[in-house]
């Protein structure tokens, strides 16, 4: 069972793979999506959740999502297919980093992806090349809510803090129309959802060959959680424009 695997069954009961739940998603959709008929890039979509919500309440909306998942792709078209908006969602399935289109997009999504860009700002450079005059970014990204320790940062990278984390975006030249901070409701909702769909998977497929390994691999993310990053570890998602060139 590799981690594409893993992560699938693990997101079972929680389709958007960041700490967020059904209404902190829509008013975020809501911020990056005013007019109802944008064109949208999803860079890193995974299993294309967030394009598929917008698309199911905005009618005249058009999508494009970028995964290097096979799996990923197939379930995100099935979807489309049960949700009646095929024929509004475009997948690419390559490397977010080397795609390239012809037309801009008016929003631009990566939530929780920013590690297929190498991080935040090289998240952001990539997004600015795909974005329409007057478009938004959606983005989503960890941030240290507490002095972590070093096992902590060993298992989610060298973040900083929030204060910090937006310093770092509004010196790259956006600016925050709108932002929601993680609660610690949303962030435990999303470490139980995930652990226990592994676990209870394992449970359920005991003659499965990959049962112990999820077992195994449900039992240590959460103890990993609990001992080493529950209490330091925050998550922000921002809705961001281009700040204007100054003279």
Request: charged share 25%; glycine share 8%; with cysteine.
């Amino acid at each position: 069972m590799n981690r594409e695997q893993i992560s699938r069954i693990a997101h079972t009961d929680h389709p958007i793979k960041s700490p967020l739940n059904d209404a902190s998603v829509h008013r975020l959709l809501e911020h990056g999506l005013s007019r109802g008929d944008e064109r949208v890039l999803d860079l890193g979509c995974g299993s294309g959740e967030w394009l598929l919500r917008a698309l199911a309440t905005r009618p005249h909306l058009h999508a494009e999502g970028v995964d290097i998942s096979a799996a990923a792709m197939a379930q995100a078209r099935q979807a489309a297919r049960e949700r009646g908006v095929e024929d509004r969602l475009v997948l690419h399935h390559q490397e977010a980093e080397g795609f390239v289109s012809v037309q801009p997009f008016n929003l631009v999504i990566s939530v929780g992806a920013t590690h297929a860009f190498g991080g935040l700002l090289p998240t952001l450079a990539a997004a600015r090349e795909h974005l329409a005059p007057g478009g938004r970014v959606l983005i989503g990204e960890g941030f240290w809510d507490r002095t972590p320790s070093q096992e902590a940062i060993d298992m989610l990278g060298d973040l900083t803090d929030l204060a910090t984390t937006v310093d770092r975006v509004v010196a790259d030249g956006w600016t925050p129309i709108h932002g929601h901070i993680s609660t610690r409701h949303e962030l435990d909702d999303y470490e139980w959802a995930c652990w226990g769909s592994l676990a209870t998977w394992a449970l359920d497929h005991p003659a499965d060959p990959d049962s112990s390994q999820a077992l195994t691999a449900a039992s240590t993310h959460r103890t990993e959680w609990l001992r080493f990053y529950r209490d330091t570890w925050g998550f922000v998602s921002l809705v961001l424009g281009r700040t204007p060139d100054r003279p």
